[in-house]
């Protein structure tokens, strides 16, 4: 398989589908959880199948069949770390509106860069219910808030400092509440805890920029993509083949 979940995949809870067994089924997604450790491509795909453990259907096995496939195809790819790489951060931020059928709640996904390598990344439901996708963008541009200004300070401890750590986002509507530090109409359903990232833009801490996006890096950890799209996003994580 090219790809590790078809772009028109709508995982449900699909009640007419026979049940299947639920310990080998946990099993699988065990193992490709800890997979998800050293390849970021397949995060969303095994997270979404994760959330179906109690109850999983032969349709969410044969999915989760698909992804060891595009596994067993792609042996040949690693993330890559070359040597040398400057230290100068940024983080991507993203989230899928409502992308869960079951429970319609976004989906907050996070990738830390360190010039062109992958540090870290997750992919998480998020608690509350986001009535738009400029707050759930907001929330998931919070969350790469707490995750720089982390960096930041790990990065202390190796005598290197950072004055500023930004943050790319692409929704327009996320970043402008990020600068704007009055409450108004579209704010007021936001939890207070969440203009941590307000704060920390007029401090200067961060910055949140606007990318594209078609080149939002982490778009790959919201929701199931075209082949094209996908090849481009995981060439973008740095996942390339092994030169021997």
């Not at 010039?115 to 998020?126: D, P, R, V």
């Not at 300070?153 to 990020?178: E, F, H, T, W």
Request: hydrophobic share 35%; glycine share 4%.
């Amino acid at each position: 398989m090219k790809t590790p979940m078809s772009s028109n995949t709508k995982l449900t809870k699909n009640e007419e589908c026979e049940s299947v067994d639920s310990t080998k089924y946990r099993g699988m997604i065990g193992s490709l959880l800890y997979l998800t450790a050293s390849r970021p491509g397949i995060m969303f795909n095994v997270c979404f199948c994760a959330r179906f453990q109690k109850d999983p259907k032969t349709f969410h096995l044969e999915v989760v069949k698909r992804i060891f496939r595009y596994i067993k195809g792609t042996t040949h790819l690693g993330l890559w770390y070359p040597k040398g790489t400057d230290i100068e951060t940024v983080v991507y931020a993203d989230s899928d509106n409502a992308g869960d059928y079951v429970d319609p709640k976004s989906t907050s996904d996070i990738c830390t860069f360190m010039e062109c390598c992958l540090t870290s990344w997750f992919s998480k439901k998020q608690t509350a219910l986001a009535i738009s996708t400029t707050k759930s963008e907001y929330v998931s541009a919070r969350k790469a808030c707490q995750q720089a200004l982390w960096m930041k300070q790990a990065l202390i401890d190796y005598d290197v400092r950072l004055d500023d750590v930004p943050i790319m986002c692409d929704n327009k509507g996320a970043i402008d509440l990020s600068k704007n530090p009055v409450q108004h109409s579209q704010t007021k359903n936001i939890e207070i805890r969440h203009h941590f990232l307000r704060d920390n833009v007029q401090k200067g801490h961060i910055s949140i920029e606007k990318v594209p996006s078609v080149d939002n890096i982490v778009d790959i950890l919201t929701k199931p993509l075209k082949r094209e799209s996908f090849n481009y996003l995981r060439l973008g994580l740095g996942m390339m083949e092994h030169i021997p």
